[in-house]
């Protein structure tokens, strides 16, 4: 019996940013739901404007692979990355980073070893207020720097 259930790599494409990683794709895990829609499962760590729970559409290609061609609908989570600063009181620790930000539920993963940059999925239901001040915090008391890869109005708004 097969499996209803069927996961894919969705890709990205997007222009290196100057002073950033030199990748120009990204894939992301997804749930297919049709044969061009697919529901985002992971954070994006480099990918602007899609968070995880997005329904996405896709085209294959050749070689199988699923290109991402637009956004179907938005799941209204968010999408945050937060990079610990190594000379702050943080050190450059992702735990201490999940640790700030385990009073909200966040959790995230780490890109890598040798860049402990954290992505947060945040929840539509999530205290946006709460964790915008705790990033703001976080950010002039040097622990952090911290980006929006993807908002919302009620994010933008909080």
């Given amino acids: 019996m ?91 620790s992702p735990q201490a980073v999940h640790q700030r930000l385990s009073p909200f539920g966040l959790g995230g993963e780490v890109f890598s070893e040798e860049f402990p940059m954290v992505a947060v999925n945040v929840p539509a239901n999530a205290d946006f207020s709460g964790i915008k001040k705790l990033l703001n915090r976080g950010k002039e008391g040097g622990w952090w720097h911290f980006e929006v890869g993807c908002g919302n109005d009620a994010w933008w708004g909080a």
């Fill in 2 to 92: 097969a499996n209803a259930v069927e996961k894919i790599k969705v890709w990205f494409r997007f222009t290196p940013r100057e002073g950033w990683f030199p990748q120009d794709t990204e894939g992301l895990w997804a749930t297919k739901l049709s044969a061009d829609t697919a529901r985002v499962q992971n954070v994006a760590f480099l990918q602007d404007g899609v968070a995880e729970g997005d329904v996405v559409r896709f085209q294959t290609d050749a070689d199988g692979r699923h290109w991402a061609v637009g956004r179907v609908s938005a799941s209204g989570n968010c999408t945050i990355r937060v990079v610990p600063i190594p000379s702050g009181p943080l050190g450059r």
